[in-house]
C-alpha cells in the first residue's frame, strides 16, 4: 500500500476495510501494520449506523518524517480513506483547488496524485520517487528522454532505489501532452 486517498467529505475518522487489514496482516513484513486493538466504535451515516471491527496505529513517511494515525477498521472491502481532522492533527493540510498537501510548520509541500479522479497522499519511503516527483522532474529538465533523468537520478547516489524508476519514467512520458505532441510532429 503506497498512499491513501484523502476523504474530502464530511469524514470524522480515518478508515481501512476489513479485507485490507487482513493483506496487511498477511504482509506483515511492512512496517506500517502494528496491529488490531479491541477498540470497536458505532459510526453514524446518512441514514445507517456501522460498527468498527477495531483500531490500527498506522505508521507512514511523507516527506521524510514519520507519522502515525488511529485507523478504524470497517467491515467490507474499502481503501484507506485519511480524514481531515487527522490530516490538521498531524499538519498536514490538503488544498482542493491546488491539489497539494503541504506541511504548515517547514513549508514542505507535494502535489497529491489523482487516480481516478481521487485526490491520493502518496507514502513516501527512502530511496522512492512519487510520480508527482518524477513528473515535476521530468517537466523541470524539459521533457528530456528516460535515460537522461535515469542519468541523473543514479548520479544522485539514491539509496535503495528501486527497479520499477525506469518504468514510472516510462508511463510519465507516454502521458505526457507535449512529449506525445513533439512525437506525432517528429514522424
Known amino acids: 500500500m ?5 476523504d474530502t467529505g464530511s469524514s ?10 487482513n493483506y496487511l496482516r498477511i504482509a ?23 460498527t468498527t471491527l477495531g483500531t490500527i496505529l498506522f ?13 478504524y477498521i470497517v467491515p467490507g472491502c474499502s481503501p484507506f480513506l485519511l480524514c481531515h481532522r487527522d490530516m490538521e492533527s498531524l499538519g498536514l493540510n490538503y488544498s482542493t483547488l491546488h491539489k497539494v ?6 513549508g514542505y509541500s507535494e502535489p497529491v496524485e489523482m487516480r481516478n479522479n481521487l485526490p491520493h497522499l502518496v507514502f ?3 530511496g522512492y520517487l512519487s510520480d508527482a516527483q518524477l513528473q515535476t522532474m521530468h517537466r523541470n529538465l ?25 518504468k514510472q519514467l516510462t508511463n510519465i512520458i507516454k502521458t505526457c501532452h507535449p512529449c506525445q505532441m513533439t512525437k506525432k510532429r517528429l514522424r
Not at 537520478?153 to 520499477?164: H, K, Q, R, W
Open 101 to 106: 498537501v503541504d506541511r504548515s510548520d517547514d
Open 2 to 6: 503506497d498512499s491513501a486517498i484523502i
Open 59 to 71: 505508521y507512514f513517511y511523507y516527506g521524510s518524517r514519520l507519522y502515525n494515525v488511529n485507523v
Open 142 to 166: 524539459g521533457h528530456s528522454s528516460v535515460d537522461k533523468q535515469m542519468k541523473i537520478i543514479e548520479s544522485a547516489d539514491m539509496v535503495d532505489l528501486p527497479a520499477n524508476t525506469r
Open 28 to 50: 506483515s513484513a511492512q512496517p506500517t501494520f502494528v496491529g488490531i486493538t479491541g477498540n470497536a466504535r458505532r459510526i453514524k451515516g446518512l441514514g445507517a449506523t456501522a
Open 124 to 126: 513516501t519511503t527512502p
Open 12 to 21: 470524522i475518522l480515518s478508515t481501512f476495510g476489513q479485507q485490507l487489514t
